[in-house]
């Protein structure tokens, strides 16, 4: 049997839910499907001392503040899942749970969605499903020939598994500067990054990010030059713990390896470091494979968006994968704004 509503929203994390609050308030209606089986979308997965960038009146959803959490300046991910449970049920948004899309096909005038749980159709789709599901490994030579332990950031749990291990962190952004300081009093840490690591100044967090990627996406709209935007300002900003170890010079950084061993990595000069573990901080893909039927893709395979609207079809919106789908939509603070721009988007497109 299919179930009909207005709008299918895909993913019940933070755009989701961002998503679900706007098409609330414009009296929309909507279904919210996520994969999981809780709330908190991919910040209950993540690693046990991750915090956020920012004190919690700047990691706030739309309409309702992220209380602060007693004892710390910057919340850690457990707080956050809280923030989104407590979001989620305070909108009565309608969340369905541990449901999985498989695709999203045109029927006529509609949209159709295809889960593990039945279908809906819709007359228009929002993806917010996020990056978390899509971890990225470079095709470094070798890799397949370690016999050391590999693992990617979202495997990453707690330095306490590799106490007195030799232990290579990849990758020069704020995930890997974050487990690398994690690792670093407890493990041989060896740290890779592609270029030198460039950590933000030290007073600046989530809400300076936020206006950054802000005037970037003013300036680009508006036809003046590309200011650069986050990646302007640095990679890394420096939380306490970053910043703690970055201080006591636990954090000297290599320059990338061109190779793995059995058991080790290898610079181009043959030097080589041994390995009982290698972390793998190198970045997302977004999960978009359900949208795979519509052939939304570019030679390129990105999908060409206005704002959050898609190109080729303007009944599906994509939120919270990046600046490319809104200025720092991928950050609590950021997803805001462009979930109402596409919440006004689709009234229109239902209006009409």
């Not at 299918?8 to 679900?20: D, H, T």
């Not at 009296?27 to 001392?49: F, K, N, R």
């Not at 470079?138 to 598994?161: C, D, I, M, N």
Request: with cysteine; hydrophobic share 40%.
């Amino acid at each position: 049997m299919t179930q009909r509503t207005d709008v299918v929203v895909i993913g019940g994390g933070q755009a989701g839910l961002a998503a679900g609050y706007h098409l609330r308030r414009l009296g929309i209606e909507h279904v919210i499907l996520d994969a999981q089986t809780a709330p908190g979308g991919a910040w209950q997965h993540t690693w046990d001392s991750l915090h956020l960038f920012s004190p919690a009146q700047y990691s706030s959803l739309p309409g309702r503040l992220m209380p602060a959490q007693p004892g710390q300046t910057h919340p850690d991910a457990r707080h956050v899942v809280e923030y989104l449970a407590e979001y989620e049920k305070r909108y009565e948004l309608p969340v369905q749970r541990g449901v999985w899309v498989d695709a999203v096909h045109r029927d006529g005038t509609c949209l159709r969605v295809a889960s593990d749980s039945g279908e809906w159709q819709a007359r228009a789709v929002i993806g917010a499903t996020g990056t978390w599901t899509r971890p990225f490994i470079p095709a470094v030579p070798g890799r397949r020939e370690f016999s050391g332990r590999q693992l990617h950031t979202v495997q990453y749990k707690s330095p306490a598994e590799f106490a007195g291990l030799r232990v290579i962190v990849v990758g020069g952004g704020n995930s890997g500067a974050q487990i690398a300081a994690d690792l670093a009093s407890v493990a041989e840490l060896t740290w890779v990054t592609r270029r030198p690591p460039r950590y933000l100044a030290d007073d600046i967090d989530g809400r300076a990010l936020f206006d950054a990627a802000t005037a970037r996406r003013q300036a680009l709209d508006a036809g003046h030059g590309d200011t650069g935007g986050v990646a302007s300002l640095g990679d890394i900003v420096a939380v306490p713990p970053v910043r703690s170890a970055r201080d006591a010079g636990l954090l000297p950084a290599k320059p990338m390896f061109t190779r793995l061993t059995s058991t080790a990595v290898e610079w181009a000069d043959g030097t080589l470091a041994e390995a009982d573990a290698v972390v793998w901080c190198t970045g997302f893909r977004p999960a978009l494979a359900h949208f795979a039927s519509l052939r939304l893709r570019g030679t390129r395979g990105h999908i060409a968006t206005v704002g959050t609207r898609t190109v080729d079809d303007p009944r599906i919106h994509l939120l919270g994968y990046g600046d490319w789908t809104g200025p720092a939509s991928a950050t609590l603070i950021g997803v805001g704004r462009p979930a109402r721009d596409a919440a006004r988007e689709i009234a229109s497109l239902l209006s009409g």
